[in-house]
């Protein structure tokens, strides 16, 4: 096989890498222009950083984002392994394919119908609107990410080990806790972690679900776009680019050493 | 049967009196339209290592499954100790198991992993260090006290698992292929390890497997099993010197087996019609037989005797050309084609390092046995 960086290879991974990271390149350079012009070049500056920090409006959102995201990528985490844990151990019961097609219909369904349906819910049981709506809104559509990551996991799950926990003595929900959960931990932190995120950049059901009374940062974003571009919004979105970058590379690291150590472990055990 | 005074044989099936620890009584079990297991009645006694051997899918898994309550009979009662088990979750059991991919906590030690069931027992807390060090002990286990499973070797973890299932002491520990992932060497070993450990511990053990050498080598008694049922329940040498059926004769290790039908019967004395032209087959067998009746007889190669020459005085001799011969080190088996095509395996101990094997392919041979060395089976 012909393992030389051929012209096709190195064309396809150019396209490939600028059609992902030009526009954020670009975003990044900028955030750190002197000019208030978008498009124009004015210098290094980091002013729109300092300014950032000092626009209340900005941080408010921000923290009523956090709040949010914390608050339902949790609840849904709770709530979605319970779902992914009867769905996959209750056996066959009568309409457990609707149920569990009915889980995972909120990921195919468009943003725009869930939010309008949210909004119809909230008016028509006179919930105001505001913070709290917003966590319900997010618990329920990441609910079912996390669902499907924790299912996953459990259709690997050696159903052995529980039983061996109830044959030891355990009642259900004791096996659940001392010894199903610590092992799926992992799957149900990438469940949080995927809500988080998810609740971290919606806007679309965030806009139906909200009040007045709060705004969340990708709402907050997108309104002053529509005022124009600001070089503020580019500092904004380089921090939020560094912060999901370090997270991501770290979890990944996280993960590479523990794989490595386990594969020491097993060598060493091989060893005797 | 006469038996010196101070070793009394360990037979309570054989006592009328003895009162079993297990009894299943028509038990059935079926999922869905599949019958798993159909209406089995087995006692299973005090101190008894029991195996169940059958296929896999004879339904032994699904048997020890109910003794440990992760089943629930269809029809019919499982009784331990005279009380019924079928409203007893698996927690409040007074059986562990071992399970066949041994299902150690992979997030415990192997100290916790051992303590794991007696943290959840009565058993005061001072009281349970003591218990784990222990069961250490007993499975050579104490330089890995503080391993994880995945730092530890097959054989450790399959040893870690006894000691966790052994460790509350239950009634009756449940062996699911205990040794199923082990290579050879290992799983023999531990064979005679689980005996001693049985013995120690005075715990009744069952255990499934589909290795009839395991299951000869450590029970007291095996049940062969087929399609939900018991064939035949017996002690290891029973089962293979007294097969009831050609199921079992077949299953547990070689056997020639011939067909025929009966000439007559003398007594336990018959003769066996099994080729034309050649003369019967002189066997004993306790049942009442028929003329013209279809018959199995069953003989273990080892039970043949082979010789260039015709032996005189032998009850059965049959010529035959060498078809075949292995030679395994220990034994030599051969292959010996008889009258109308039909394989006679004969199987010689090689007792002597230098002998010359003067047997070999396309000899005209001689095979021999006495009147009482096979079986007559009927079905």
């Not at chain 1, 002013?47 to 000092?54: C, F, G, M, P, S």
């Not at chain 2, 530890?152 to 299932?165: F, K, N, P």
């Not at chain 2, 019609?273 to 003329?291: D, K, L």
Request: glycine share 6%; proline share 5%.
């Amino acid at each position: 096989m012909n393992r030389r960086f051929s012209w096709f290879n190195a064309t396809s991974l150019t396209l490939g890498f600028a059609f992902l990271y030009l526009p954020i390149l670009i975003l990044v350079l900028f955030s750190f222009n002197a000019s208030k012009l978008v498009a124009v070049w004015g210098g290094f500056s980091t002013k729109w950083y300092v300014e950032l920090i000092h626009d209340q409006a900005f941080l408010d959102a921000a923290w009523v984002t956090l709040k949010v995201a914390v608050v339902s990528s949790t609840v849904a985490t709770v709530l979605g392994t319970m779902a992914a844990y009867v769905l996959m151990r209750a056996g066959r019961f009568l309409g457990r394919t609707l149920f569990s097609g009915m889980i995972y219909a909120p990921l195919v369904m468009p943003d725009v119908i869930m939010g309008l349906a949210f909004l119809l819910l909230f008016i028509s049981i006179g919930l105001d609107r505001g913070i709290f709506t917003i966590m319900l809104a997010h618990t329920t559509f990441t609910m079912c990410y996390v669902s499907v990551v924790v299912s996953s996991r459990l259709v690997t799950f050696d159903r052995s080990l529980e039983e061996a926990a109830l044959d030891l003595g355990c009642t259900p929900f004791d096996a659940f806790r001392s010894v199903t959960l610590p092992i799926i931990a992992p799957a149900v932190i990438s469940g949080w972690l995927l809500a988080f995120t998810l609740s971290l950049d919606d806007l679309v059901i965030a806009s139906f679900a909200a009040g007045p009374s709060a705004t969340t940062l990708p709402m907050k974003v997108f309104s002053s776009v529509r005022l124009g571009v600001n070089p503020e919004i580019n500092a904004l979105s380089t921090i939020m680019i560094s912060i999901v970058t370090v997270g991501v590379i770290s979890a990944s690291l996280f993960t590479k050493r523990q794989i490595a150590r386990a594969r020491a472990d097993e060598q060493a055990a091989a060893r005797g | 049967m006469a038996q010196p005074a101070n070793r009394p044989v360990f037979a309570p099936w054989d006592d009328p009196k003895e009162k079993p620890l297990i009894r299943f009584q028509n038990v059935t079990k079926k999922f869905g339209e599949f019958t798993a297991i159909d209406d089995i009645t087995l006692d299973i006694f005090q101190r008894e290592f029991f195996a169940l051997l059958g296929p896999s899918g004879c339904g032994k898994t699904t048997l020890m499954r109910m003794l440990a309550g992760f089943e629930t009979p269809s029809k019919g009662q499982i009784l331990l100790d005279g009380v019924d088990q079928a409203p007893i979750p698996p927690n409040r059991r007074a059986t562990n198991m071992m399970f066949q991919s041994y299902a150690l906590f992979p997030h415990l030690s192997v100290w916790d992993n051992i303590a794991f069931g007696l943290r959840r027992s009565d058993m005061a807390k001072d009281q349970i260090p003591p218990r784990v060090e222990e069961m250490l002990r007993l499975t050579r286990l104490e330089r890995f006290a503080k391993r994880k499973p995945h730092q530890i070797s097959g054989g450790q973890r399959q040893r870690v698992a006894l000691a966790r299932s052994l460790a509350k002491a239950p009634k009756l520990l449940l062996l699911d292929e205990p040794l199923g992932a082990l290579d050879k060497k290992l799983r023999q070993e531990t064979q005679f390890e689980l005996m001693d450990i049985q013995e120690t511990t005075g715990t009744t053990f069952v255990i499934v497997t589909h290795d009839q050498e395991e299951a000869m080598t450590v029970a007291s008694r095996v049940a062969v099993m087929d399609l939900g049922k018991m064939i035949q329940v017996d002690t290891p040498d029973r089962i293979y010197e007294m097969p009831n059926s050609v199921y079992v004769a077949d299953f547990i290790g070689d056997v020639n087996i011939i067909e025929g039908a009966v000439r007559g019967q003398d007594g336990e004395k018959a003769q066996i019609v099994w080729a034309e032209g050649q003369p019967p087959i002189n066997a004993t067998t306790a049942a009442p037989v028929s003329a013209g009746q279809k018959v199995h007889f069953a003989i273990r190669p080892e039970k043949v005797a082979i010789a260039t020459e015709k032996p005189e005085g032998r009850a059965n001799v049959i010529a035959g050309k060498v078809h075949d011969i292995a030679y395994l080190g220990n034994i030599s088996t051969y292959k010996v084609e008889v009258a109308g095509g039909k394989m006679v395996k004969a199987q010689v101990a090689n007792e002597r390092r230098l002998a010359r094997r003067n047997i070999t392919w396309d000899d005209e041979v001689w095979l021999s046995f006495t009147d009482t060395a096979g079986v007559v089976l009927l079905n």
